[in-house]
């Protein structure tokens, strides 16, 4: 009985090590990737963080230096721009909405 069980547990251990796929787990950090899909990511990422689900991301307008702006659809009514500028020294991706508007989210301030 006992030889029983080490052989089903060598079985089992050959076959899960034959057969398994090593699980590479590449994360890109947004943050630090100033390319058109690494800032869209980033805006995607805090969306999420800050509990928002929105129906679509794209580029409004690309700017000097890394600089872009994201329109942000949330629903068929609220959406609103994200300004997103690259920062050279600490080499990382910022909100820059404060050069657009001081409405983060919304279209229409009042």
Not at 1 to 26: A, E, H, N, P
Not at 40 to 53: K, Q, S, T
Not at 85 to 110: H, M, P, T
């Amino acid at each position: 009985m006992k030889f029983c069980f080490y052989f089903f547990l060598f079985f089992f251990g050959i076959q899960t090590f034959l057969f398994s796929q090593v699980y590479r787990d590449d994360y890109i950090e947004p943050i630090s990737d100033p390319s058109a899909e690494g800032q869209r990511f980033f805006v995607e990422d805090l969306l999420d963080i800050a509990g928002y689900v929105p129906e679509g991301i794209q580029i409004y307008q690309t700017l000097p230096n890394k600089a872009r702006v994201f329109r942000v659809k949330l629903d068929s009514v609220t959406g609103g721009f994200i300004f997103v500028r690259w920062d050279k020294v600490k080499k990382e991706n910022y909100i820059a909405n404060n050069k657009i508007s001081g409405c983060l989210f919304q279209s229409k301030c009042s």
